[in-house]
């Protein structure tokens, strides 16, 4: 980690400490908001080591911050961080400073995402994020058809593909329906 550390960019701004995140894993913690500063490097080498992951029961009673919360500033460089969901329920978002190779934790994200059993370099990954997006998407593409033809219209065609799919000649089957015997 660098020598050099601003302070969190909570509302309190006190100054960073050095604390373990895991047994193995370093970070830099701010006792105000419990947010944690994790070098990339260090996570993957921590992930490497085999380190034992705590205990899913033990996580599951944290609770996560505001979703709405503004962009952050890195606590390295003051550059603003990216913000990247993590899609797991209960809604995360992770803050990522792509300069100092790194992410901000706020308090309870790290229970979050390891009782998902869920790797940050996956999470951060840009294909994880792509099939997010896509995922979204298609989401909202659904909602925009439920709202046209409605829930019973959608539901029925959903049941109907998925019938359609379990024939042995699906493209057969759909001719038949198109254009008759």
Partial sequence: MSASWHCCACSHRPALSEQALSPGLPARECAECNGHWVCL??????????????????????WLPDLAS??????????????????RQPD????????????WLDGGEWAALQFHEARLDEVLSDMWQRQLREAEQLERRE???????????????????????????????????????
């Fill in 70 to 87: 503004p962009a952050r500033a890195c606590p390295q460089c003051d550059r603003i961080m990216e913000r990247l969901r993590t899609g």
């Fill in 92 to 103: 995360v978002r992770i803050d990522r400073c792509v300069h100092c190779h790194a992410v």
């Fill in 41 to 62: 490097d260090d996570h993957r080498r921590w992930v490497e080591s085999g380190a034992p992951q705590a205990e899913p029961a033990e996580l599951v009673e944290h």
């Fill in 143 to 181: 909602d925009l058809v439920r709202q046209r033809h409605g829930d019973a219209c959608i539901d029925e065609v959903l049941r109907i593909q998925a019938w359609l799919q379990q024939q042995a000649e699906p493209g057969v089957v759909l001719n038949l329906i198109r254009n008759g015997w």
